[in-house]
Nanobody, 123 residues
Framework: VQLQASGGGLVHAGGSLRLSCAAS????????IGWFRQTPGKGREGVSC????????YYPDSMKGRFIISADNAKNTVYLQMNNLKPEDTAVYYC?????????????????WGQGTLVTVSS
C-alpha cells in the first residue's frame, strides 16, 4: 500500500490550495481515506474524510465550510480543496487509509499513511 500526498506549498492568507493523495496497492473503492494535519508538538488533527465506496464525506465541525474533500476513483486519488486559508492552517498535511468504509477521526484507526505535504500560509 502506498499513499503519495502532494500539492502543498506557500500561499498568502485568503488563498487556496488543492492537495492530492494518490493511492496504490489496495482496492480503492472500499475504504475510507482521510486528511489530517499536524504541527510541531501536537498530534494529528482530522481535517476531512471520504468513504470511497459511496462518496460520503465527513468534516469536523471546525473544518466545515472552507475545506472540500473529493475522490476520483478512476485515478485512485483523493483531493482536498482548501479555500480561504488562514495562517493557523499552516501544518504538514497527511492522508491516511482505513481498511473499512466508515470514517474515523482517530489517527490510530488508520492503517497506512502518506509521507505528508507541507502547507504554509503567510499573513
Amino acid at each position: 500500500v502506498q499513499l503519495q500526498a502532494s500539492g502543498g506549498g506557500l500561499v498568502h492568507a485568503g488563498g487556496s490550495l488543492r492537495l492530492s493523495c494518490a493511492a496504490s496497492g489496495f482496492t480503492f473503492d472500499y475504504y475510507a481515506i482521510g486528511w489530517f494535519r499536524q504541527t510541531p508538538g501536537k498530534g494529528r488533527e482530522g481535517v476531512s474524510c471520504i468513504s470511497t465506496s459511496d462518496g460520503t464525506t465527513y468534516y469536523p465541525d471546525s473544518m466545515k465550510g472552507r475545506f472540500i474533500i473529493s475522490a476520483d476513483n478512476a485515478k485512485n486519488t483523493v483531493y482536498l480543496q482548501m479555500n480561504n486559508l488562514k495562517p493557523e492552517d499552516t501544518a504538514v498535511y497527511y492522508c491516511g487509509v482505513q481498511r473499512r468504509k466508515e470514517c474515523s477521526w482517530y489517527p490510530t484507526d488508520y492503517d497506512y499513511w502518506g509521507q505528508g505535504t507541507l502547507v504554509t500560509v503567510s499573513s
